[in-house]
Nanobody, 116 residues
Framework: QVQLVESGGGLVQAGGSLRLSCTAS????????MGWYRQAPGKQRELVAT???????NYADSLNGRFTISRDNAKNTVYLQMNSLKPEDTAVYYC??????????WGQGTQVTVSS
């Protein structure tokens, strides 16, 4: 089992920045990818960004380079730096860890609200 604890959400004005953090504990040796997803009210959960153990990153096309994912493997932590935030970025952001092919773990979610 892997436990994920997120922090860093909050309220920010449009154009501002936030950094989310997520620390993994438990069976961390099994993790091959960590990342972030988000879910806005009335919408499905969607990919934001992921990074593999080897450093390969994948981003949602809609972000247009505004967000950056990074990992500190020594701290078992993944970060999401979010710049130039827009009201449409408002959502609950979930940390995700993948182990093996099909096993996925989720954090409890952290609210990000961007005011116009």
């Amino acid at each position: 089992q892997v436990q994920l604890v997120e922090s860093g959400g909050g309220l920010v004005q449009a154009g501002g920045s936030l950094r989310l953090s997520c620390t993994a504990s438990g069976s961390i040796f099994s993790i091959n990818t960590m990342g972030w997803y988000r879910q806005a009210p009335g919408k499905q959960r969607e990919l934001v960004a992921t990074e593999t153990n080897g450093g390969y990153t994948n981003y949602a096309d809609s972000l247009n380079g505004r967000f950056t994912i990074s990992r500190d493997n020594a701290k078992n932590t993944v970060y999401l730096q979010m710049n130039s935030l827009k009201p449409e970025d408002t959502a609950v952001y979930y940390c995700n860890a993948k182990a093996g092919v099909r096993i996925m773990y989720w954090g409890q979610g952290t609210q990000v609200t961007v005011s116009s």
